[in-house]
């Protein structure tokens, strides 16, 4: 399904013309918002439309189920900004203090019914065959309670997307200032994408994705480079502890900076530049600057341990799929003359998201008879 959602994305933008400008942050939120959609609800579910509320204006709109996930996330991270006791205590997260809440708690309740009511219209189905996150865990006689499975729903679409997109696009962005790495990951991913071409939804399975080393090097020193959040969510001990001579009472949040883990000059060679190979483990770049081994602890961008991200696996699995894919079907360029001097780059968390103006142009076209009807 994440191959037949882009392939749609991808030839819907095509069909506007063979060079396109937009922002590319928005555009891979939106491809990835219908992808991670469309894997959780099914076909199709991704460009239904229900009411969203403007959290500054009020105003009311309908926009797509994938828009509005989207648009809910970069509306948590802004009242989390705007009241940052609602990380601190469950009474400031879960009642109306800012003029805002009101709209933010009403989007929240509108997304809950829209999503209860595909539910209910697959237990109604009851199709066995269907693959769809949803229809899957329907399937679990001890795992019927709709609020329950609204809530996974929910979490497991903000593990998944968020991590992809900013990715992605940091990704895009960066092989316009790395010509060598980029000559590299082409001459990697078109071999590839001629054998599939014919038959991508077929060929193009994780087995024949585990071939392409490179492109795995690349999305995981994106991610290393310039994490897709600077740090995780509050964290708590079950018990007082002393780490290193720092007190962490049983209860008390902290938070891990994984920004900082990821750019540590004594774990990291040059860790302000791009190199690939630093996860190549037969490259000197993949060593410590001392010539010994990394820390196991100095790449986390999913975090780990009992609180490693939901949607670890499903990430890197869209990593794998989507990145060919970008890149045989468009070519890239920067188009904000300070954007082309400085790399732009997106974090997870912005209250304000950066726009990164491009032009997509058309290197290959998507093959529409392979779209799923």
């Known amino acids: 399904m994440a191959k037949t959602t882009a392939l749609r994305c991808f030839a819907e933008l095509q069909a506007k013309g063979d060079e396109n400008t937009l922002d590319m942050n928005l555009y891979t939120s939106t491809v990835q918002a219908h992808i991670i959609v469309t894997l959780m609800s099914g076909p199709g579910q991704s460009f239904k439309t229900l009411e969203y509320t403007d959290l500054n204006s009020g105003e009311s709109s309908q926009i797509s189920l994938a828009e509005f996930f989207d648009k809910l996330l970069t509306d948590i991270m802004a009242r989390m900004m705007m009241n940052p006791l609602v990380m601190m205590h469950e009474y400031f997260n879960d009642n109306v203090i800012l003029a805002s809440d009101k709209y933010y708690f009403k989007n929240c309740q509108s997304i809950r019914t829209f999503i209860g009511s595909i539910i209910d219209e697959k237990k109604a189905a009851k199709d066995s065959s269907a693959s769809d996150v949803i229809s899957l865990i329907l399937q679990d006689e001890n795992y019927q309670a709709t609020e329950d499975i609204i809530d996974d729903v929910i979490v497991m679409y903000f593990a998944g997307s968020k991590t992809v997109q900013t990715a992605t696009t940091n990704l895009i962005s960066t092989m316009q200032f790395e010509p060598e790495e980029y000559a590299r990951l082409r001459s990697e991913i078109d071999p590839f994408m001629d054998k599939v071409k014919g038959d991508i ?37 079950t018990r007082d502890v002393n780490i290193q001579g720092i007190n962490l009472f049983a209860g008390e949040p902290f938070y891990t900076l994984f920004d900082c883990i990821s750019n540590d000059p004594e774990q990291w060679i040059e860790p ?7 996860f190549d483990s037969g490259s000197s770049w993949y060593k410590k600057p001392d010539g010994g081994k990394r820390s196991p602890f100095a790449f986390t961008p999913f975090s780990g341990g009992v609180r490693v991200c939901l949607g670890k696996t499903f990430a890197e699995y869209t990593l794998k799929v989507m990145i060919p894919l970008w890149f045989h079907f468009f070519d890239f360029e920067l188009v904000n003359e300070e954007q082309r001097k400085t790399r732009p780059v997106v974090y997870i968390g912005s209250t304000s998201p950066l726009e990164v103006t491009m032009k997509l142009k058309t290197r290959n076209k998507v093959p529409t008879e392979q779209i799923a009807k």
Do not use: H, I
Request: net charge negative; with cysteine.
């Open 201 to 237: 939804m077929g060929k193009m399975d994780l087995e024949s994705l585990n071939e392409l080393e490179f492109v795995k090097f690349c999305y995981m020193e994106t991610m290393r480079r310039n994490q897709p959040a600077f740090s995780s969510s509050t964290s708590t001990m």
């Open 272 to 278: 302000d530049l791009f190199k690939p190979d630093r």
